[in-house]
């Protein structure tokens, strides 16, 4: 159980713009739904779940269990902006590695926000005391692929021609990894 | 104060010449300035301001800036240039070092223990290109860390740029994507 006890907390991005994370609770998806409507075409193309369907927003926020997925939220207002969320497996052989999923809203862009939003699911992994971290993108997605490795995030495989978007044309999946586990000596300056 | 770097003065003047650029070691966070008079902004004593006074974590990112805009990173830096960046560096991390040893901020431990790494990977001695690679690492992880702490605070980011008017600055593309 990861303590969530930091939340809620704002931050400020470099243009001065300030924001509220928080974890998402049921309430919130109209608001994620509002979020998803937004997010372009083309970057709804590589989604795994049809978020254009209202009822996937509400399943998710019906469903809510932080221990297997915990989605933060980031608010300006009452306005989601942006959707990180931690994915982990409670049992089995994958138990110590968590999976990333990071949107931005296309006007909270190129804004610092997607950085922040990778801190924030580092800070929560390091304290779910995850050994791994992984992220997945789209080849074409270069600017997450680039802050995913200022985060220390590295490229772990590209399996090509390995997923199709919505439209059925293939793309290369890059692999990230972020490795946690150290010993103190590591640590120690 | 001092003079001894250069800058063009402004349009206003109208004529094409360049006047020595002033400087002043900041007592509080030790920050080492070369600026334009003439531009900096001025406390209600009438002297020239720190810009990074009132601002959280200001030692750790005065000397991050010292280094990044610093002469090593120029073309015509010089072995001791390299030197004395490398041995800044080194200080720099373990002011960070401090920093963080009073947190409880694993992840920024983490891009701390990755800058040491790349800083003991590097050598000012060897003249190879790779050795100013690893300084590069070694400051980029740096500044990591310290937008970590940011972070943690609810802070924007660090921006170098916003401070270069007040060093005698090697142009250094930063831009942030996402």
Request: include cysteine; charge should be negative.
């Amino acid at each position: 159980m990861i303590s969530l006890e930091r939340y809620p907390r704002e931050i400020t991005l470099r243009d001065g713009a300030r924001l509220t994370l928080r974890p998402m609770v049921p309430e919130d998806a109209d608001r994620l739904w509002d979020f998803f409507r937004r997010i372009p075409p083309e970057d709804k193309m590589f989604f795994r779940e049809d978020v254009s369907r209202k009822e996937v927003v509400e399943r998710w926020a019906e469903h809510l269990d932080y221990d297997s997925v915990l989605p933060i939220l980031a608010l300006e207002g009452d306005r989601v902006v942006g959707d990180a969320t931690l994915h982990r497996n409670k049992t089995g052989w994958k138990q110590r590695v968590g999976t990333v999923r990071v949107q931005i809203a296309p006007d909270f862009r190129k804004r610092g926000l997607g950085m922040s939003m990778i801190r924030e699911m580092r800070h929560l992994g390091e304290k779910a005391a995850l050994h791994y971290l992984l992220a997945e993108a789209i080849e074409e997605q270069q600017p997450a692929i680039r802050a995913f490795e200022k985060m220390g995030f590295v490229h772990a495989v590209v399996y090509r021609n390995f997923v199709n978007d919505q439209k059925g044309a293939l793309h290369n999946l890059v692999v990230l990894l972020y490795h946690m586990t150290y010993s103190e000596e590591e640590m120690s300056f | 104060m001092n003079h001894s770097a250069w800058y063009n003065v402004p349009a206003w003047v109208r004529y094409n010449f360049t006047m020595p650029l002033s400087r002043m070691t900041c007592p509080a966070c030790g920050a080492d300035l070369a600026y334009d008079s003439h531009q900096a902004e001025k406390g209600p004593d009438g002297k020239e301001m720190c810009p990074y006074l009132g601002r959280p974590y200001s030692k750790l990112r005065a000397a991050h800036d010292l280094i990044y805009f610093g002469k090593w990173r120029k073309m015509d830096a010089t072995t001791t240039d390299i030197r004395r960046a490398y041995h800044q560096i080194g200080r720099h991390l373990k002011a960070i070092g401090e920093v963080l040893g009073t947190k409880d901020l694993p992840a920024a431990r983490r891009d701390l223990g990755k800058a040491v790494e790349a800083f003991q990977a590097g050598d000012p001695e060897g003249e190879s290109p790779d050795s100013l690679r690893f300084m590069d690492h070694a400051l980029s992880y740096a500044h990591t860390a310290i937008d970590d702490l940011l972070h943690e605070e609810g802070l924007p980011p660090h921006d170098p740029m916003e401070f270069s008017k007040w060093y005698d600055a090697v142009e250094v593309p930063f831009k942030e994507e996402w």
